[in-house]
């Protein structure tokens, strides 16, 4: 079958960093996309990988290894407004996006 | 404006009524989706249609009914509602019916049924 995972739950102080993971096991792979997703709103696109290596945006990153079946999202000096789900979806060989569960970061002072 | 609008918000009703959720885009997008979002939050594709074709209809009972007058439009009707049902409804549209391109979303409709 078709898996992601990624923690339920991350917790994070204003002003570091944080890593939220996401590995997969799908059939195929043509690319891997992150979305945010504020409590009571609309997921909202971040970033899409396809290729192996770091992708910088901003204070957000995204990296992939395709031989590990492996993602992760760094967010540097993070921000309260960071506070959010994080969603992780994986694109198969038939071309459907596979969700994830979503990562719920909390964000302290 | 609004790139993907659905309407209601909010929507509060008893168990066996029926409903809709009307969603628009804006964007010219091929493609439009209904996603289910419940409690643990996890997304779920119900349907996508392609050009007001159907492509995608995944196990939903068949009580859930969506219907696409245009490319730009595509309302979900539900019949006979159920608790199980709550939810939250999102509409969402990209380029085309690959899973590769980004997917905008609507605000999302709240379904309560009590």
């Known amino acids: 079958g078709q898996n992601i995972d990624q923690p339920t739950e991350m917790t994070a102080t204003e002003g570091a960093i944080v890593q939220i993971n996401c590995t997969y096991q799908?059939?195929?792979?043509?690319?891997l996309f992150w979305y945010q997703q504020h409590a009571g709103e609309a997921p909202t696109f971040l970033s899409y990988?396809?290729l192996d290596g770091l992708e910088e945006k901003g204070r957000f990153s995204s990296f992939l290894s395709r031989s590990k079946g492996y993602s992760y999202l760094l967010l540097k000096e993070l921000q309260m407004k960071d506070s959010a789900s994080y969603l992780c979806?994986?694109?198969?060989?038939?071309?459907?996006?596979?969700w994830g569960a979503g990562t719920k970061l909390i964000i302290k002072p | 404006d609004t790139a993907v609008s659905q309407t209601p918000k909010y929507l509060v009703t008893q168990m066996g009524n029926d409903k809709s959720i009307k969603c628009e885009q804006n964007?010219?997008?091929?493609?439009m989706y209904w996603y289910k979002q419940d409690s643990k939050k996890f997304l779920k594709i119900m349907f996508s249609?392609?050009?007001?074709?159907?492509?995608i209809n995944e196990t939903v009972p068949n009580r859930f009914s969506p219907k696409s007058p245009d490319k730009a439009h595509l309302n979900l009707h539900i019949n006979s509602l159920e608790l199980g049902d709550s939810a939250v409804y999102f509409c969402?549209?990209?380029?085309?019916?690959?899973?590769?391109?980004?997917?905008?979303f609507g605000a999302g409709s709240r379904l309560t049924v009590l």
């Open positions: 249609y392609n050009n007001k074709e159907l492509i």
């Open positions: 799908t059939s195929g792979f043509n690319g």
């Open positions: 969402a549209s990209s380029q085309d019916s690959s899973g590769a391109n980004v997917l905008t």
């Open positions: 979806a994986v694109v198969d060989s038939n071309y459907q996006l596979i």
């Open positions: 964007l010219g997008h091929d493609t």
């Open positions: 990988n396809v």
